[in-house]
């Protein structure tokens, strides 16, 4: 696979990838990841072979954008762990990555990542790390209930996925209250033994990998 890490460019050159770069994050989420490359390049309203110059494949033109989305969460991140409320913190997190799959921008490359590729796997397991400090730092202040890990916060990404789906066009806004209720469910007050362990980081990997 080509490295999909923008080099510099001038003019036209830096012009055409951002328009297929806009295209494509546009084609991918409304037809999902199976979208044609032709697709994106009509869409984008350059030649196949101008698309095809900077993203010789899919994986390639997805691997871009991914590494754009996750500058985006890890920029998100980074303001959760500044907070001075580790509660505040943790469900600001949370609240504006869901707000993020909301709006329509790829999913969260939390839960779905292009397979294996170096580059993207530094990236999660970063992402991995800031989120264990996020929710470390909840439990220690008996904020958040104990048990939860950051592999639980992939059902919760791929459940709050769906819900968007399928009220988009009915009512845009119930997700917040979705998303409410979720938040309150991970509060320690009430909390009952959860019925399973967690998912592994190996199963988590798998899914992700799946997904895409």
Request: charged letters at 20%; a neutral charge; aromatic letters at 6%.
């Amino acid at each position: 696979m080509s490295d999909p890490t923008p080099t510099p460019l001038r003019g036209d050159a830096e012009r055409n990838r951002r328009r297929i770069l806009d295209a494509a994050r546009t084609v991918f989420s409304t037809q999902g990841p199976d979208a044609t490359l032709t697709s994106v390049a009509q869409h984008a309203g350059v030649g196949a072979g101008t698309l095809y110059r900077r993203f010789p494949t899919r994986e390639d033109l997805l691997t871009a954008l991914y590494l754009e989305e996750y500058a985006t969460y890890h920029a998100i991140l980074d303001e959760a762990l500044n907070l001075p409320d580790p509660w505040h913190g943790f469900s600001h997190f949370i609240h504006h990555m869901c707000e993020l799959q909301a709006q329509g921008g790829l999913q969260n490359p939390y839960a779905f990542t292009p397979g294996r590729n170096r580059t993207l796997e530094a990236q999660r397991t970063s992402m991995r790390v800031g989120m264990q400090t996020l929710i470390e730092r909840a439990q220690a202040d008996g904020s958040l209930r104990p048990d939860l890990t950051p592999e639980d916060l992939l059902p919760i990404m791929i459940g709050h996925a769906a819900v968007i789906t399928a009220t988009r066009t009915i009512n845009a806004q119930i997700w917040r209250r979705a998303l409410a209720l979720t938040l309150d469910g991970l509060r320690p007050q009430g909390a009952h033994p959860l019925p399973t362990p967690p998912l592994s980081q190996r199963e988590v990997f798998r899914i992700q990998s799946r997904r895409a």
